[in-house]
Each structure stands twice: as C-alpha cells, then as structure tokens.
C-alpha cells in the first residue's frame, strides 16, 4: 500500500469515525451517539475543554483535506462527533447529563435556528464544522440553563 493510499484510508476512516458514517439511517445521530459513549467512558479527555478545541480544529482541518465535491456529503461525520464534545465540555459527566445533552444536540443540530443555519453557510470543512459547533454551544448553555432549574 503506497504512502498516499494510506495517508487517504487513515483519513477516511478518521473524517467518517471509524467509518460509523457509512451506516444506514441516520449516521449524524450514530456519531452523536458514538461521541456520548466516548464522552461517558473517557471524560477527562472527551468532556476536556482543551481537547475539544483541538478536535474542532482537526476537524475542519480533515474535512479540508477529504471533502470533494463542495457539499456536506452525511458520511463526513466527524463534526457530529465535535459538536457532542462542544456539548458536554465542562459539563459534569453522568448518564442523565450525556443523554440530555444527546437530545439537545441533536435537536439544534437537526432544527438549525439562528444562527446555527448561518454558520453552515460557511465555506469548505468551516461551514461543515461550524453548525454542529454552534449546535453543541447552544446544547451545552441549554444543560447550563437546566442545571440551575433543575
């Protein structure tokens, strides 16, 4: 296997989270879902504020790199996986809040209201990052908002 078909399967499976992308349905949820599983079992590194800027940014950056064809194709799913880890950076991790912050995520990511449908707007792997980005922040000040009702 040469060096540039490596470089280009690493990528892909990478931008596609382990190729979770490719499954059937709904592969944005399965990301999300994937992201939660991670999230809960590994908090420190998952729901770590640092560690979630430095995916945003290597997930614009992979997105850059594999994106062909201008459009946010559904298997590129590595934002989802960024925009779950902006959801639940320094929240505290349990299973009610990981889920609730599933819901939510999902919810802005899927409903996209102002300015999260801007933000797609955005041209190459920015555009395709940025939502999600701009979902998991109005996900996380929503598990902000509920935990001080709560």
């Known amino acids: 296997m040469g060096i540039q078909k490596a470089f280009n399967s690493s990528l892909q499976c990478i931008t596609t989270c382990c190729y979770v992308g490719y499954l059937p349905g709904a592969p944005g949820t399965?990301?999300?879902?994937?992201?939660?599983?991670?999230i809960y079992l590994f908090p420190l590194i998952f729901g770590n504020?640092?560690?979630?800027?430095?995916l945003v940014l290597f997930s614009v950056f992979s997105v850059n790199l594999y994106r062909y064809d201008g459009k946010d194709p559904g298997y590129i799913v590595i934002d989802e996986l960024a925009g779950?880890?902006?959801?639940?950076?320094?929240?505290k991790i349990?299973?009610?809040?990981?889920?609730?912050?599933?819901?939510?995520?999902?919810?802005?990511?899927?409903?996209?209201?102002?300015?999260?449908?801007?933000?797609e707007?955005?041209?190459?792997?920015?555009?395709?990052?940025?939502?999600?980005?701009?979902?998991?922040?109005f996900a996380n000040?929503?598990?902000?908002?509920?935990?001080?009702?709560l």
């Not at 779950?84 to 929240?91: E, K, N, R, S």
């Open 30 to 38: 399965y990301a999300s879902a994937l992201g939660c599983v991670l």
């Open 94 to 119: 349990t299973l009610t809040a990981t889920a609730i912050g599933f819901v939510l995520f999902r919810f802005f990511d899927i409903v996209k209201p102002f300015p999260i449908k801007h933000a």
């Open 141 to 149: 000040v929503a598990l902000i908002i509920l935990g001080r009702i």
């Open 49 to 54: 504020i640092f560690f979630t800027i430095g």
């Open 84 to 91: 779950i880890c902006v959801t639940m950076a320094g929240q």
């Open 121 to 137: 707007r955005l041209r190459g792997g920015y555009g395709v990052v940025a939502d999600d980005v701009v979902a998991g922040i």
